[in-house]
């Protein structure tokens, strides 16, 4: 999974204001899809399900994190590497 790739398709809904996505390990499948997003009017369940048209299973966030801002750096990226857990 391309976490840019993603991106670019999750910022594509009319409620998305801003978005990132990242892998996070984990112990069954080896990597879990993650996303922080900040939006408005978004239920998790009906973001899923349009994600469904456009993302193979695979690359949908199995996590998705709401978020009022998304950090970054002075050079307007983000470090995914630097990313924590968000709490819920």
Known sequence: VLPHEV????????????????KRG????????CA???????DISALRGWCTSYLAPYQI????????????GANGKVN???IGDVPV
Do not use: C, M, N, W
């Not at 984990?26 to 899809?33: C, L, M, P, T, W």
């Open 61 to 72: 966030p199995k996590e998705v994190y709401f978020v009022e801002k998304i950090e970054k």
């Open 7 to 22: 991106e670019q398709i999750l910022l594509q809904h009319q409620d998305i204001e801003d978005a990132v996505v990242y």
């Open 80 to 82: 995914r590497k630097q």
């Open 36 to 42: 922080q997003i900040v939006g408005t009017g978004l």
């Open 26 to 33: 984990d112990s069954f499948s080896g990597e879990r899809v």
